[in-house]
């Protein structure tokens, strides 16, 4: 019987992988072969702060961009329309929100950290089924072997079969919006400014990458978004000027577009029996306000916290270390969930108390400090 099993080789997994490694438990990581993650994260400076604190990643400024400004701009046709809105890093004394990373680059960095591990052993395949026992869970591999852990994580995503064999309760809500994602080139640098352009279906963003270089995230309808991806790369650069505002002069594709469909997903707990859900096994958001993958560092923070406030080396551990990471875990993500779910209806809302309500309250974000401050503290995710 090993101590723990990792299933899930993302963003989540791998992070998950280094904390329960090096917390002292022999530990399995199953990672079957997938296609590189094209995206990119906008991550917070306490998701940040937690990478370095953990030896994920040294040096943000080798691998990620720093996000100075967020801006807003709505353009909708909509009767009562909001104004435009910046927030600054310096407004609340700091040189940045945090940094825009490529996916893979992040991926990258925390398989450097996973390597040096010595507890550490990655098997790359997949897991079929899982039935948890008193003590133990038995696992069930894509390569034909058994295993049994005393502590088993998911980290296996949206569809997790860890979430679904071990029983846990969850909501899933799919949308018909989509997004859509690819690197631009632009005229013009963006400099630290992420930018929003708010339309009917949902915004058109471009996250700072560095230089002249940006990286677009389009939500909009799924046949919409469709349509575009069969379009020529001229087609589509000439969209994304047209959609920028030319803000930035002629803009240039540097990579091929991607479209990832939406949904949103909760769980009522996020651990027990000895299994813990992180990432989004537990928990998925359009991607507004950049919460995602911030929230599944903070789960990773949490089971850590959880595996230092537990005994190891007694029978039983897994069990405990299941409860605590879901008190831990309980608060931070019904209110994450509802505050992106919110968001994310206003945006989309149209009709008229909807498109007031969210008016009026980028006009109170933009003139009433405490509100401000507020929003602030929401979206870097301070607890
Ligand atoms: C367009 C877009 C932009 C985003 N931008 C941001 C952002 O700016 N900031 C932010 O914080 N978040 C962002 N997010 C969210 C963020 O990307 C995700 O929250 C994060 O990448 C999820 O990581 P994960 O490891 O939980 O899941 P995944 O990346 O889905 O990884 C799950 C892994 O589990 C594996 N797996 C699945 N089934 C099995 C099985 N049976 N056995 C073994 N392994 C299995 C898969 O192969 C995969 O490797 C964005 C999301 C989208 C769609």
């Not at 009767?79 to 809105?85: G, S, V, Y």
């Not at 309760?169 to 690197?183: I, K």
């Not at 409860?323 to 994310?344: C, N, Q, S």
Request: proline fraction near 5%.
């Amino acid at each position: 019987m090993t101590d723990a099993v990792i299933v899930g080789g993302g963003l989540a997994g791998l992070a998950a992988a280094v904390a329960v490694a090096r917390a002292g438990l022999d530990t399995i990581h199953l990672v079957p072969k997938g296609p590189p993650d094209r995206r990119t994260s906008a991550l917070m400076l306490p998701s940040v702060e937690y990478l370095q604190s953990a030896g994920l990643v040294t040096e943000p400024a080798s691998i990620g961009h720093p996000l100075t400004q967020i801006r807003i701009i709505d353009m909708t046709p909509r009767l009562i329309r909001a104004p435009e809105t910046l927030f600054d890093s310096a407004e609340i004394g700091l040189s940045a929100f945090g940094w825009n990373f490529p996916n893979v680059k992040l991926a990258e960095a925390f398989e450097a950290a996973r390597s040096g591990l010595p507890r550490l052993r990655t098997i790359e395949t997949t897991l079929d089924d899982l039935s948890i026992g008193d003590d133990s869970s038995t696992l069930k591999l894509g390569n034909g072997e058994t295993l049994t852990a005393a502590l088993v994580v998911g980290a296996d995503g949206k569809k997790s079969r860890v979430r679904e064999s071990a029983g846990f309760r969850a909501r899933e809500n799919g949308f018909t919006q989509a997004a859509l994602v690819c690197d631009l080139g632009l005229e013009r640098p963006i400099g630290g400014a992420s930018i929003e352009f708010h339309y009917e279906n949902g915004p058109f963003t471009l996250v700072p990458a560095g230089g002249n270089r940006a990286n677009l995230v389009w939500i909009d309808e799924r046949d919409t978004l469709k349509a575009v991806q069969e379009g020529s790369k001229e087609q589509m650069a000439a969209l994304f000027r047209e959609k920028s505002q030319r803000l930035f002069g002629a803009i240039e594709l540097l990579t091929p577009a991607h479209m990832f469909l939406l949904s949103t997903l909760s769980v009522d707990i996020a651990g027990k029996d000895g299994v813990v859900l992180v990432g989004e096994s537990a928990h998925a958001f359009p991607p507004i306000g950049a919460q995602g993958l911030n929230l599944g560092l903070r789960d990773v923070a949490d089971l850590a916290a959880s595996l230092a406030a537990t005994d190891l080396g007694q029978p039983g551990f897994a069990r405990r270390v299941s409860e605590d990471y879901a008190r831990r875990r309980a608060g931070d993500l019904a209110r994450t969930g509802v505050v992106v779910d919110t968001l994310f209806r206003s945006l989309l809302a149209d009709f008229l108390p909807a498109q007031a309500m969210r008016a009026g309250g980028l006009w109170a974000l933009k003139l009433l400090p405490p509100l401000r401050k507020a929003a602030f503290d929401v979206g870097m995710g301070v607890r």
